[in-house]
């Protein structure tokens, strides 16, 4: 049979014509795990040029991080008794092993930089005019792995997401559950001895009745609040405040509350404070919960301090009582979700629980941090900031 040079001469240039446009690094090493062939897409996949890569040994041709790290050459890295790749290319020769799709996660030099890659290799041995050499196609899926890493971590998110609302409702139906049926419980109960009750004890039912339902309606709008902040849509409404003139319409209200348990509120503030721009009702929210947090948990005739301070382009608001205190182990977890301390109140006032993690929500999302400061048996610091332009107005101390 003769052979038409020229035939076989087309056919080798069409055989590397196709090896050039496979997208999978396609290379060939001999015995010694020096690489002898590679088509285009190995030095798209490795960014290397074929001068630096033909006649290397396989690690450092591919940019190993072990031989690059160690100055040492493939074989003699602390890596290579362990390299599944490395014992993969041997086998080829050793035992005629092939590997297919086998997944590979190494760190490699790329022009320089430590990256990660993802790979699914094959390798098959090859015998060509008495010579053994060992064909290894690479297939570089770091982006489909980078994308299902992302999808994972989304969905871990969203499982996580979905347990917390499933703890955020079922103790949302314990705190409505209560006073529900206190009202049922006590509206039955007015059914049946109606005609027996006594115009002062009728009063006294409904009371009952109102400060139950008071707490019910409370619970649900902070439910209501929360969830439009996870949502996304609690629309800011902001505007330049006098913020001293703000607060102090603010603790006017609170005083009534105050004195209800002899108690006394005091405002600090200091030489300038300039204007902040915020969402009144908002902010009015966060500081009315931090008062009223304030008064419910200390005791008759202690003094509760607002003070209102400027740093570093922040106005500061701390609500200084003088109360009980929260424990260390406890400060944590308080501005969570139906997170309760141990401490109760001083006068039987109920909590829903969710006024401080709508709080820290609301301050965050005024571009602001929240905090507190306790001590058993001494009282708490809760402060919060709010970014400031440099626009100062006349203050009014008290």
Same mark, same amino acid.
């Given at each position: 049979?003769?052979?038409?040079?020229?035939?076989?001469?087309?056919? *080798?240039?069409?055989?590397?014509?196709?090896?050039?446009?496979?997208?999978?690094?396609?290379?060939?090493?001999?015995?010694?795990?020096?690489?002898?062939?590679?088509?285009?897409?190995?030095?798209?996949?490795?960014?290397?040029?074929?001068?630096?890569?033909?006649?290397?040994?396989?690690?450092?041709?591919?940019?190993?991080?072990?031989?690059? %790290?160690?100055?040492?050459?493939?074989?003699?890295?602390?890596?290579? !008794?362990?390299? =599944?790749?490395?014992?993969?290319?041997?086998?080829?020769?050793?035992?005629?092993?092939?590997?297919?799709?086998?997944?590979?996660?190494? =760190?490699?030099?790329?022009?320089? /930089?430590?990256?990660?890659?993802?790979?699914?290799?094959?390798?098959?041995?090859?015998?060509?005019?008495?010579?053994?050499?060992?064909?290894?196609?690479?297939?570089?899926?770091?982006?489909? %792995?980078?994308?299902?890493?992302?999808?994972?971590?989304? &969905?871990?998110?969203?499982?996580?997401? !979905?347990?917390?609302?499933?703890?955020?409702? @079922?103790?949302?139906?314990?705190?409505?559950? *209560?006073?529900?049926?206190?009202?049922? @419980?006590?509206?039955?109960?007015?059914?049946?001895?109606?005609?027996?009750?006594?115009?002062?004890?009728?009063?006294?039912?409904?009371?009952?009745? &109102?400060?139950?339902? $008071?707490?019910?309606?409370?619970?649900? *709008?902070?439910?209501?609040?929360?969830?439009?902040?996870?949502?996304?849509?609690? #629309?800011?409404?902001? =505007?330049?405040? &006098?913020?001293?003139?703000?607060?102090?319409?603010?603790?006017?209200?609170? +005083?009534?509350?105050?004195?209800?348990?002899?108690?006394?509120?005091?405002?600090?503030?200091?030489?300038?404070?300039?204007?902040? #721009?915020?969402?009144?009702?908002?902010?009015? +929210? $966060? $500081?009315?919960?931090?008062?009223? !947090?304030?008064?419910?948990?200390?005791?008759?005739?202690?003094?509760? !301090?607002?003070?209102?301070?400027?740093?570093?382009?922040? $106005?500061?608001?701390?609500?200084?009582?003088?109360?009980?205190?929260?424990?260390? *182990? %406890?400060?944590?977890?308080?501005?969570?979700?139906? +997170?309760?301390?141990?401490?109760?109140?001083?006068?039987?006032?109920?909590?829903?629980?969710? @006024?401080?993690?709508?709080?820290?929500?609301? /301050?965050?999302?005024?571009?602001?941090?929240?905090?507190?400061?306790?001590?058993?048996?001494?009282?708490?610091?809760?402060?919060?900031?709010?970014?400031?332009?440099?626009?100062?107005?006349?203050?009014?101390?008290?």
């Amino acid at each position: 049979m003769k052979i038409n040079i020229r035939d076989l001469r087309e056919s *080798n240039e069409f055989l590397n014509i196709l090896l050039d446009n496979v997208n999978s690094a396609i290379f060939l090493i001999d015995p010694t795990i020096r690489i002898t062939s590679i088509n285009d897409a190995f030095t798209s996949v490795f960014q290397n040029d074929r001068s630096n890569i033909l006649g290397e040994l396989c690690g450092n041709a591919l940019g190993c991080s072990y031989s690059v %790290e160690e100055g040492k050459n493939c074989g003699e890295t602390s890596n290579c !008794n362990k390299c =599944e790749f490395r014992e993969s290319l041997l086998g080829a020769f050793m035992q005629n092993i092939p590997v297919d799709r086998q997944s590979l996660t190494r =760190e490699y030099y790329i022009r320089g /930089v430590k990256t990660t890659k993802y790979l699914q290799y094959s390798t098959r041995l090859i015998k060509f005019n008495g010579q053994e050499m060992a064909l290894v196609i690479v297939d570089d899926i770091t982006s489909l %792995e980078e994308q299902r890493l992302v999808l994972a971590k989304q &969905n871990e998110m969203l499982t996580d997401l !979905n347990e917390q609302k499933n703890l955020f409702l @079922g103790m949302a139906a314990h705190d409505l559950r *209560n006073p529900i049926a206190s009202i049922k @419980g006590l509206s039955e109960l007015m059914l049946e001895i109606h005609e027996t009750l006594k115009p002062e004890e009728t009063i006294e039912f409904l009371q009952m009745m &109102n400060s139950a339902s $008071v707490h019910s309606l409370q619970l649900i *709008n902070d439910l209501l609040t929360i969830s439009k902040i996870e949502a996304g849509k609690l #629309d800011l409404k902001r =505007e330049k405040v &006098n913020y001293v003139a703000f607060l102090k319409g603010i603790l006017k209200v609170n +005083q009534f509350f105050a004195r209800n348990k002899q108690m006394t509120l005091y405002l600090h503030v200091d030489e300038k404070i300039p204007q902040i #721009d915020i969402d009144k009702d908002k902010i009015g +929210q $966060v $500081v009315d919960n931090l008062i009223s !947090n304030a008064i419910k948990y200390s005791f008759q005739g202690t003094n509760i !301090n607002i003070v209102v301070e400027f740093k570093n382009n922040q $106005v500061i608001t701390h609500i200084i009582d003088q109360g009980q205190g929260i424990p260390q *182990n %406890e400060l944590p977890l308080i501005f969570q979700e139906f +997170q309760k301390t141990s401490v109760r109140s001083t006068g039987g006032e109920s909590s829903t629980g969710l @006024g401080l993690a709508i709080a820290k929500k609301i /301050v965050e999302r005024h571009g602001g941090k929240i905090s507190v400061h306790s001590e058993v048996g001494k009282g708490s610091d809760f402060f919060f900031s709010i970014p400031a332009e440099l626009q100062f107005e006349n203050q009014i101390h008290s």
